[in-house]
Each structure stands twice: as C-alpha cells, then as structure tokens.
Nanobody, 123 residues
Framework: QVQLVESGGGSVQAGGSLKLSCVVS????????MGWFRQAPGKEREGVAV???????HSSDSVKGRFSISKDDAGKTLYLQMDNLRPADTAQYYC?????????????????WGQGTQVIVSS
C-alpha cells in the first residue's frame, strides 16, 4: 500500500513561487507513475503534471513553462516547483500514484492519493 503526504502549500501573490513536496511511503516500483493534481472550488479535479514510469514528464497546457515536476533519486519524494503563479492556480493540490498508467493526466488512472495541500494565489 502506498501512502502520500503533501506539504509546501500556502498563500502567495501573483507572480510568486511555491514548491510542493510529496513524501511517498510503501512499495513503489517501476510500474508507477506519480503526479500532481488540483481541484479548485466548484471545479473538477484536474491533472497538473506527472512523471510516468519511464521518467518522462507530462503537464497540462495551463501550467507548461511555469510548473516543473521532479523527484529525488530514491523516488521517495515528489516535487512541484510552481513559478509565476496566477490567481487561477488557486486550488487544493494533491499528490497521486498509479500503476500502469496510460492516460497520464487522467484522475481515474491513479489509485493512491494524499490529503492535499492548499495553494492560494492573490492578485
């Protein structure tokens, strides 16, 4: 069983930066993809950025060029560097892990989820 714990959220002004972290415990093997999702008030959860099982990254068009996903060498901590934040980035951000993922930014592909960390961007 995989457990995920996020941290690093907070409040920031537009144009600012935050770095989210997700500590992974449990059994993670090379079949796993890991990523970040977010859910804004009144909206569905959406994929933000993912590292797939081959190490390739995938990100949504809305964050390309501003957000960067990475993980440590052991694969036990996942990061999301968020730069040039906008008020539209305000959301609860979740870390997720899934095996044999095909559609990398699709929520349904991921079976393990963290509790989330709040990001608020003010104008």
């Amino acid at each position: 069983q995989v457990q995920l714990v996020e941290s690093g959220g907070g409040s920031v002004q537009a144009g600012g930066s935050l770095k989210l972290s997700c500590v992974v415990s449990g059994s993670i093997d090379r079949s796993y993809s890991m990523g970040w999702f977010r859910q804004a008030p009144g909206k569905e959860r959406e994929g933000v950025a993912v590292i797939d099982s081959t190490g390739r990254t995938h990100s949504s068009d809305s964050v390309k060029g501003r957000f960067s996903i990475s993980k440590d060498d052991a694969g036990k901590t996942l990061y999301l560097q968020m730069d040039n934040l906008r008020p539209a980035d305000t959301a609860q951000y979740y870390c997720a892990a899934g095996r044999y993922v095909a559609d990398h930014l699709a929520e349904i592909e991921y079976s393990s989820w963290g509790q989330g960390t709040q990001v608020i961007v003010s104008s």
